[in-house]
């Protein structure tokens, strides 16, 4: 049988978009999200997570915008601003993904 998955993304973003995946999901429209760690909503998205367990989660990896994890310093906003952080040592990519997950 096959499964239509339809997934949300930036779960933890806002308290009013964690309120939207949830609704959207108990409606039926939707089977997924992608949690944001570095979100400015993360608790909220966790604690509405554990509230809805057939929500299936997954992890949506930023390093674009946002704070950082590791450092705790906002992340360039551009993409090639991250290449320059990158060459120039001011972005431990690993290290931060490792903290998101």
Do not use: W, Y
Not at 2 to 24: C, E, P, Q
Not at 49 to 59: M, V
């Amino acid at each position: 049988m096959k499964r239509l998955i339809i997934n949300a993304d930036d779960f933890g973003f806002t308290r009013d978009v964690n309120a939207g995946i949830v609704h959207a999901h108990r409606e039926g429209v939707l089977t997924s999200a992608t949690l944001m760690a570095n979100g400015n909503a993360f608790e909220d998205a966790v604690q509405l997570a554990r509230e809805t367990p057939t929500l299936d989660i997954g992890c949506h990896l930023v390093l674009i915008e946002g704070k950082s994890l590791v450092t705790g310093k906002s992340f360039p906003e551009m993409p090639g601003e991250v290449l320059l952080a990158l060459a120039r040592g001011k972005l431990d990519i690993d290290a931060e993904l490792r903290a998101q997950i």
